[in-house]
C-alpha cells in the first residue's frame, strides 16, 4: 500500500496505522480503569452503600473520567475514520497546506505565502514535520470561530506534527515538496530545511587548485 499519493498538483501523505495502533495500546490500560471506576460506582449506588468521604472520590474520579473517556472515543473516532477511509493528514496543493491533524481545528490552511520554512524538527527522541509561519498573528486571524482561534494561538508561530503520526518520513515528504512546487517555494522564499536535506541548496564553496610547475 502506497504512503503517499502525489500528482503534479497534490501531494497527500496519510496518517499512519502503526501509529494509530500504538495509541490505542497505550491508552487501553487507562480506559480499563475508568470502566473499572464506573462499575465500582454503579455497586454503590446499587448495594446502597455508606456515603462518606472516600466514596465521594471514588465518584468524583468516575465522574472525571468519564468525560476523559468520552474524549479519547471521539478522537478514536476521528482517528479510525482517518486510517480506514484513508484521509489524508497532509495535502499539498498549489495553494498551500491542508492540515487535518488537531482534533480542536479540524482540517485547516496553510496558504504558501504564510509559510517561511518547513522544517525536520528534532524535540528530545522526537521528530516533526514542522511549518514555521512568518507572521502567526495574520494566520490566527483567520479563524472565526473563537474556539478554534485560542486553539490556533496555543500552536504559536510553528505547527508541529509528529512524524510518527505519519505514512512517510519528513525526508521523503521535502523532495516531493520541492519537486511538486518548486516555482511556489522561489515566489515566497520558503526554505526546507533537514540534517539531510535543504533547499534552496547552500552554493558550494569554491577551492582553488595549486596549479603545477
Known sequence: MNNATSSTQTIRVYASRNAFKKRIGCLTPTI?????????????????????????????????????????????????????????AIEIGAEGLHIDYWAHLGKIFVPWPEIEEIVHHHKNSSAFFSIKLKNALHWWSTFEDVRKLRHAVRLGSQLNIPEEYLSMTV???????????????????????????????????????????
Open 32 to 88: 480499563l480503569l475508568i470502566l473499572g471506576l464506573d462499575c465500582l460506582v454503579a455497586w454503590i449506588f446499587w448495594h446502597d452503600a455508606s456515603m462518606n468521604i472516600g466514596t465521594f472520590v471514588i465518584i468524583a474520579l468516575a465522574i472525571m473520567g468519564t468525560f476523559f473517556l468520552s474524549v479519547i472515543i471521539s478522537a478514536f473516532i476521528r482517528d479510525w475514520r482517518q486510517v480506514q477511509m484513508r484521509q489524508s
Open 171 to 213: 525526508e521523503q515528504i521535502l523532495p516531493l515538496i520541492v519537486q511538486h512546487f518548486p516555482k511556489q517555494l522561489k515566489r515566497h522564499r520558503i526554505q526546507l530545511v533537514s540534517p539531510t536535506f535543504n533547499y534552496p541548496p547552500a552554493p558550494r564553496k569554491h577551492v582553488k587548485g595549486t596549479e603545477k610547475q
